[in-house]
């Protein structure tokens, strides 16, 4: 489902889309429809003289048009809606990818298994209020953000769904969603033009590069330390694994990985304070070994569909968690960072 990210596709000749260069000069926006045939004859007269080709990915552009990213936001909604209906995620595999696909896929299947028929309780989902972020960005893959209210959970919250695609012609995928309170969605960083300015995988004005948080996370969950906030996926985490590790007959081990690679990479956005937005994905495993004698409950309905083998002496659980941060911008006065809002879900159960 995910693909290696910044490895441009074999592409048509460039789309004829507003632009601006890595030198900062405005390309073709607003100057009508004249302008743009004009512009595209001289691309492909310079192409065929050997003299320079226009390249998609050293252009930087709006990743969408605020059209195109109603339609997907749109076709998304259905295929989700589709598949949870019928506990079918073949409906809408074509419609997400990396952490959200692994999520989804956990409660399809195991919705599947347990009412083959399809889902009882299947009320569709309504988005409304609906904004759109998009940024300026050179290089594939492209994305942007959807930020709405729901039809489901709390009233105050907002679902963010992050859409990306890495070729022209592919299908835009839900790769990341989180739900977090409203008042805590921050204000992102506009031009003058209304687009988002995306933040580099190592951007040093943050407080931590944003391809380091999902090691630095995972780093925090086995061994504390003062880089993020208190709050329920951090402090609050550790003291609850801390609890259960050790309980009568059964001992808990935990094992996070860091996800960074393709579509589970991280991307972010820069905020009006300086600071960035941060989406990322994490690993995670909780080994259940039993002593001698103890059997090892397995009550969720959920564990035991997708649960392989018996769990005679262990179980291990497999989870897979999208989180979105606030990251602080170096200079701030308060340089931890904050956890806005974390979906996760199990993937897989093991019993040996």
């Known amino acids: 489902m995910s693909r290696v990210r910044g490895v441009p596709s074999t592409r048509r000749l460039r789309e ?4 601006r260069t890595h030198e900062g000069r405005r390309g073709l926006r607003r100057h009508g429809r004249g302008a743009l ?7 492909l007269s310079l192409t065929a003289s050997g003299c320079v080709v226009v390249r998609g990915d050293l252009e930087i552009v709006p990743s969408s048009t605020q059209g195109e990213a109603a339609r997907a936001l749109e076709e998304f909604t259905a295929a989700y809606n589709d598949a949870d209906k019928e506990y079918d995620q073949s409906r809408d595999a074509s419609r997400v990818t990396g952490a959200l696909a692994d999520i989804d896929g956990g ?8 009412s083959p028929s399809g889902n009882p309780d ?5 988005l409304s209020d609906v904004k759109y972020t998009i940024p300026e960005k050179a290089a594939w893959p492209r994305w942007f953000v959807v930020d709405a209210a729901a039809n489901k959970g709390r009233d105050s919250d907002r679902w963010l769904f992050v859409f990306t695609r890495d070729g022209l012609d592919d299908v835009w995928e839900v790769s990341f969603l989180t739900i977090m309170p409203a008042s805590d969605v921050p204000q992102f960083k506009k031009d003058e033009d209304g687009y988002a300015q995306v933040v580099s995988a190592d951007d040093p004005q943050l407080s931590v590069a944003p391809a380091e948080l999902p ?3 995972v780093t925090f969950l086995k061994e504390d330390s003062a880089l993020f906030a208190d709050g329920p996926y951090t402090s609050q985490e550790r003291a609850k694994r801390q609890k ?10 935990y094992v996070d990985e860091p996800l960074t690679n393709g579509d589970y990479a991280p991307v972010g956005l820069r905020t009006t304070d300086g600071g960035a937005l941060v989406f990322f994905t994490t690993r995670h495993y909780e080994k259940q070994t ?3 004698g103890v059997d090892i409950p397995v009550n969720d309905a959920a564990v035991r569909a997708l649960m392989t083998g018996e769990p005679r002496q262990s179980l291990t659980l497999e989870f897979v968690s999208n989180q979105a941060v606030l990251d602080p911008a170096r200079t701030a006065s308060d340089e931890q960072v904050r956890f806005l809002g974390q979906v996760g879900g199990l993937t897989s159960a093991k019993g040996e």
Not at 16 to 19: D, E, G, H, Q, Y
Not at 37 to 42: D, Q, R, Y
Not at 122 to 126: D, E, F, G, S
Not at 244 to 253: E, F, K, L, S, Y
């Open 16 to 19: 004829v889309r507003p632009v």
């Open 290 to 292: 039993a002593a001698q």
């Open 215 to 217: 090691e630095k996370y």
């Open 37 to 43: 045939l004009s512009a595209a004859v001289a691309v």
């Open 244 to 253: 259960n590790a050790q309980r009568p007959g059964i001992v808990r081990q």
């Open 122 to 126: 299947h009320v569709p989902l309504k």
């Open 107 to 114: 409660k399809l299947r195991s919705g599947a298994k347990i």
